[in-house]
C-alpha cells in the first residue's frame, strides 16, 4: 500500500494515477505467503531428511559392529538347549565387552562353541578380570616406590658406597688410595671402558704403527 | 703343633638385609629383629644378644612393624597383612588382611587388649587380640592422608597418629579426631615436598614427641594441640624414635646414622623444672638407620647397613663386664655353609637359592704365612634355585657329596648328585615320606646313610638314604620337656650318637641303635652356640653363648675331667670378653687332643694336654712363642693357640685331607653393595 501512496506522490499530479486491480494485488500478497509457507515446508522436510540419512547411517555402523542375525540367532538357541553345568569351572575368564568382529573370529566361536557348553556358571563361582587382579600388587609396589622417593629420590643428598669407604680410608689411621683404585672388583667396570676407549683412540689416530 | 693348608675362600657372596624394625619384650627380655627381606630374628639381650630364633622370610614381602603383645609376636607389612609368628616352632602361624591396602605401622596398647594398624587408605584400624587369633574391632575416623605412625597413650584411652604434614590424636572409645597439629614443611626445596611424620611417641603425661622429614624432633601438648619445644636434629630425615620405659630418656634413629639421645632433666641442678635437653649422640651407624629401642641398659639402633649396633648406656652400669662393650652383629649366628669333607665341596645357602662350589687345588709347598701357587681354580658347579617364594630355612650336603638336602618354611627338597668325569647332573627325588614337610634344621650321619630332620616338638626325623631313594625310619623324641625348636645337630662319627640342642637350652643325646633318648646334658644358663661329638672318644664338646665350654662322656653320662678342670679353673678374662659366638666345633684325627674353633674374628686351637692359662699368663702368645727357642716354648706355652690371620669369617671346616676351609666375607666388600648413604660433609675432605 506504501508503494501505491509513493508513486502517487512521486508521479506528476496531471498523470491519472495507476489503475491497480485488486485481483493483482491479492495474488502478490499471496503469493509472498506462498513463497513463505513454502519455504518453511522445504526447510522442515531437508531437516528430516538429514535427520533420516543420519540415522540410516547410524543403524549400518551398528549392524556392522553386531554379529550377524544367524549367530545370534545360534547363541539364542544354544543358552535355551543347556541344563547342566559346563566344564569350564572356576576359571578366570577374560569377559570382553566388545566381541571382536573379524570372520575368523566367528569362526573361531562357532568352532568353540560345541566346547562351551554352559553360559552359567554356578552361583559360588566368581569371574575376574585379571586386570583387577594386578591391582592388589601395585598398591604394595606403589607403597614402595613411595618410601623409596621420600629416601632415595629427588631432593635428597645421596653419595655412593664406594665415596663413604674412600672418605674413611683418607681420614683413617693408615692412609691409603680411593677404594676404586684399591679394590679390584669395585675399579674393574670403570677400568675395562677406560681400556677400550683407549684402545679405540689409539687404533683411530693410529699412535702404533701396524 | 698344627701346619694346616687353609683354603681361604672369598667367593661367597652373602649379603645381609637391611633391618627395618625392632621391638623388645621386657618381661623375656628378648628383641624381636625384623628384615627388609621378611625374615624375623629373635635376640636373648642378656645372653650376649645371641640370635636364638631365625624366621626366614619370602619374596615380596614388605616388613614395616614389629609388636609384641604379651609373648606373642605380630608383624605387618606393606602386603597388606598382619602376620603371628610361632615362636616355639619358629614359623609364621597365620596372616589376617586387614582390608585397608598396604600397612605402615602397627602398635599394641599397654594392656596388651588390642592391636592399632595404620593402613595407606587413611584408616587406624583396631584389632583385638584373642587366644588364639586377632579379629577386626572397628575403624578409627578415616582421614585423608596415609597414617605413617602410630602411638598408643599409656592408658589406652587415645591415640597419636603421624600422617603425612601432620599429626592427629584420637580418642579411641569415639573413634573421632580430637586434635590435629600441622608440622612444618621446612626452608628451600622441601618447602614442596610434603612433610612426613615418620615416628610419633605418646608420654603419660600428655607429651607427644615426633620425629619428621625435615629433621626435626618436637613436642607437642595434647590438651591444647599446640607446639611446645622443637629441636634440629638434622638436615635429612629422622626415621625413628624410641621412649625408655620409665619415659625419661627418648633416642632418636636419623638418616645419616646417627643416633641421638634426649633426656628429661632438670636444667638447673636442684630445681624441680625439667626440660627435655639433647645430651648424647652415637655414631655407631653408616647408613639409614630405620629403628632404634632403648632397653633398660643400652640403646639398640638397626638400620640399612645390615648390622645390629648395641651401644651400653654406661650411667646406668655400675660393673664393667662383657655386658658393657659395644656390640655390633653383622653376620646370623648360624651356619650359612656347609661342607663335604671328604670330596671337597661346599655348599653356599643363600635366601633364594644354593650353591655348589668344588674346592680350588694347589700344588708345591711354601713356609707357613705365604700362599702357595693355586694349580687349579675353585669352579661352581650348581646353581639351584628355589621354587616358590618362601626363602631358605637350612641346607646340608652329605660328607660323600652325593646329597644336598634343603628346607624352606613349606617345603623339604632332597636332591641326589651325579659326577661322571667333569659333568654334574642332579637328580631331584620326588617320594619323600610325609613327615619331611619342613624342617628346623638339616644333618647327614657321617657315612651318608641317614638323614636327620628336626621338626616340630623338638623331635629329629630319621630318614635312611640309599641308591633307590629315601625311606622314613623313625622319629626321636625327648622323654619330656619343652617343644622349642632345635637349632643344632651333631653326629657322631661311628654313627651311633645324635646330639641334638633347642633353643630352651636342652641337650639331647640318642641312641641311634635303640633309637631313644641316652642322656640329656644338664642345662645351662646360656645357649648353645655350636657342638660336636669326638671322633674316637665320643665326648660330646658345647661351646656355649658366654663363652664357656664344657665337654660331656655320653658313654659314661658325665662331664669329662678336662671339663671339671676348666670349670674349676675358669677361663681367661680375654676368652671371655669375646663378643662374637663360635659357630663351629672341629676334631682332628691326628691329633685325638686338640679342638678347633672359631668365632667371626679369630681361630683357636685348643689342645687339651697342655696345661690352662690363668689370669695373669699372656694370652695370645703365639707370636712370643716364636721368638722363643725350642726348649723355651713348652713351659711357656698353654692350651689356647690363638690366629688372628683371618678377618670376618663366617665358617671354618676341616677336611678329611687336613687342609682347613675359612669362608671370609670381608665387610668392605659387604659394605659396596648397600643402599646409597646419605652425603656427609667432613671436613679437610
Partial sequence: ?210 | MGEFKVHRVRFFDYMPSGIRALAYNRDTERMAVARIDGSVEVFHSSDRFFQEKIIPGREQCGIEGLSWVGQRLFSAGLNGGITEYDLTNQKVKYTVDAYGGPIWTITGNQQGTHLAVGCEDGTVKLFEVNEDKIQFERNLDRQKSRIISLSWHPSGSKIAAGMMDMIQIFNVETGHSVHRMLADRGVGTSRSKECVVWSVVYLSDGTIISGDSVGMVKLWDDQTGTLIKSHNVTKCDVLALSISQNEDSLVAGTSEGTVVQFQFVSVVLGKDDKEWVRTRTFKNHTHDIRAVAEITTAVVSGGMDAQLVVRPLLDKIEVRSAASALRKIHFPHRKLVSCARKSGLMLFQYSGHLELWRLGESEGKATPGSSLFVKRNPEKLLHLKVKGEDHIGCSAVSPCGEWIVYSTASSLRLYRLHFDNNNVSITKISKLPKVLSSANQLCFSSDSSYLFSASTQSSVHLVSLSQSGCKFVGTLKPKSGSHQAIHLLAASEDGKWLASANSDHEVHIYNLQTRKVHCTVPVYSSAVTAMGIHPTTNCLFIMYADQQMCEYSIEQNEYTDWSRTVQRKGLHRFWLERDTPCLNVMFNPQNPSHVILHDMYMLCIIDKSLPLPDDKTQFYNQLTLKSLPEEQRKSHSHAFKISKTFKDILFVELMSDQSLVVVERPLEDVATQLPAPIKQKKFAT
Fill in chain 1, 1 to 210: 500500500m506504501s508503494e501505491l501512496t509513493q508513486n502517487q506522490f512521486e508521479s506528476s499530479d496531471d498523470e491519472l494515477p495507476e489503475e491497480v486491480a485488486f485481483d493483482a494485488s491479492k495474488s502478490v500478497a499471496l503469493k509472498s505467503v506462498k513463497d513463505a509457507l513454502d519455504a518453511a515446508k522445504r526447510e522442515k522436510n531437508q531437516l528430516k531428511e538429514k535427520r533420516r540419512k543420519r540415522q540410516q547411517l547410524f543403524q549400518e555402523q551398528k549392524k556392522r559392529k553386531l554379529l550377524p542375525q544367524e549367530l545370534l540367532e545360534e547363541f539364542d538357541t544354544e543358552l535355551q538347549k543347556q541344563t547342566y553345568p559346563s566344564d569350564n569351572k572356576g576359571i578366570k575368564k577374560n569377559v570382553s565387552t566388545k566381541p571382536s568382529h573379524n570372520k575368523k573370529d566367528e569362526e573361531q566361536e562357532t568352532r568353540t562353541m560345541p566346547k562351551k557348553t554352559s553360559k552359567s556358571l554356578p552361583v559360588s563361582y566368581r569371574v575376574m578380570r585379571i586386570k583387577d587382579e594386578s591391582d592388589a600388587k601395585s598398591l604394595q609396589q606403589r607403597a614402595m616406590d613411595f618410601v623409596q622417593s621420600r629416601l632415595y629420590g629427588t631432593g635428597t643428598k645421596r653419595t655412593t658406597n664406594a665415596e663413604l669407604l674412600s672418605l674413611k680410608k683418607k681420614r683413617g689411621a693408615s692412609q691409603g688410595a680411593a677404594v676404586e683404585f684399591a679394590n679390584k672388583k669395585l675399579g674393574a667396570y670403570k677400568k675395562a671402558r677406560i681400556t677400550r676407549s683407549n684402545k679405540r683412540f689409539i687404533r683411530q689416530h693410529k699412535l702404533i704403527p701396524l
